[in-house]
């Protein structure tokens, strides 16, 4: 059975520019959650998606957006990028219904120059 | 708001057991998590109890949740050198897991 897989594993981008990021949930997985971890936040709640609709979203800027597609695929947006977004950016897969257990990917690390 | 909070170091010998802890605030949550983060790795779930438990063994892993004090703890038996990480805890609320801000496990030989 597949993990889950984000893509690009790292990305180097300019101040202004804005970048996408995708994660590939584990096969029968509906909910794709997304976090920001830095060493001075920690691991910080970006948003949650199930079945294409987001259910839950963090204290991040609207620079910040994400979606979720019919394949339960999920890609999260920034735009206007900060030195301050350089972080490693985590998706987590799970059923979606209550159910214990977030499978995470091996995260997307950020560069902001 | 919800809070969690750890330690952020813990040393141990080899061989010995480590005792990570975690207090929280929020006490609605279903489950709650321990995680384990290598250098440069993302997130692996190393362990989990509902919310209704006290105890939950799993191998050399031992999860200890006393909700009358709102603390979560997890032994690791006879440590070893793999075991070398950040352990996070974690709780559900709202389609999110709420964080804990890692105790980094250092094995002395």
């Known amino acids: 059975k597949a993990g889950v897989t984000q893509t690009p594993r790292y990305l180097i981008k300019t101040r202004g520019q804005q970048v996408t990021l995708s994660c590939s949930p584990i096969s029968g997985h509906r909910s794709v959650s997304w976090y920001q971890q830095t060493p001075g936040q920690g691991l910080q709640f970006l948003f949650e998606y199930f079945s294409e609709t987001q259910r839950n979203k963090g204290n991040f800027p609207g620079r910040f957006s994400g979606r979720q597609f019919s394949n339960s695929r999920s890609e999260m947006n920034v735009s206007t990028l900060e030195l301050g977004d350089s972080a490693l950016y985590l998706c987590?897969?799970?059923?979606?219904?209550?159910?214990?257990?977030?499978?995470f990917g091996s995260g997307t690390r950020l560069t902001v120059v | 708001g919800e809070d969690v909070e750890q330690s952020l170091f813990l040393s141990v010998r080899e061989g010995d057991s480590s005792v990570i802890n975690c207090t929280y605030t929020d006490s609605s949550s279903t489950y709650l998590y321990w995680y384990k983060q290598e250098p440069g790795a993302g997130l692996q779930l190393l362990t989990y109890i509902f919310s209704n438990m006290d105890m939950k063994q799993d191998q050399r892993l031992t999860v200890l949740l006393n909700k009358k004090d709102k603390h979560l703890s997890l032994r690791i038996a006879d440590t070893q050198t793999g075991d070398s990480a950040i352990y996070f805890c974690?709780?559900?609320?709202?389609?999110?897991?709420?964080w804990g801000a890692g105790t980094k496990l250092i094995i002395k030989p």
């Open positions: 987590a897969s799970s059923l979606g219904d209550g159910s214990y257990g977030y499978t």
């Open positions: 974690a709780f559900d609320s709202n389609y999110q897991l709420i």
